[in-house]
């Protein structure tokens, strides 16, 4: 796989399902339905009363369905491998912040401006909101 070679690979699912043996079984199905629906078209010009026409027409009219939903069904089947899926979810490592040693201060104070927090932030709102506190006596 080429993606290997992007990053590191967490997981990896492959699945195929073999469907060669459905659509032989739609093919010789729609065949056989095909010669059956042709032997009735012959027969329905053959009719020679009107209770052989309405028997004949109405096995024509199953059988044409059925060689209708066949049809249907081998090109579902035949969709389903032209239009394969695949998924692919690609992330990023976020690397946790890491804290300076207790009694340290991140970043270094300005001379004559003792920090008040732990980080920049907090000394600049001490800074705005309580001016006295931030200088040293």
Do not use: H, Y
């Amino acid at each position: 796989m080429q993606l290997k070679k992007l990053g590191r690979v967490e997981n990896v699912s492959q699945s195929t399902q073999d469907v060669t043996g459905q659509a032989r079984d739609l093919d010789v199905c729609s065949t056989a339905l095909t010669t059956s629906v042709d032997r009735l078209v012959e027969l329905l010009a053959r009719a020679s009363t009107a209770a052989d026409l309405i028997s004949i027409e109405s096995s024509l009219a199953d059988r044409q369905a059925s060689l209708e939903s066949l049809q249907s069904q081998k090109r579902a089947l035949g969709d389903q491998v032209d239009l394969a899926t695949l998924a692919v979810e690609f992330g990023t490592v976020i690397a946790a912040p890491v804290r300076p040693p207790a009694g340290s201060s991140p970043v270094s104070s300005p001379v004559g401006v003792r920090s008040s927090g732990s980080s920049p932030v907090s000394w600049l709102s001490s800074a705005l909101f309580c001016p006295g506190r931030s200088l040293q006596a």
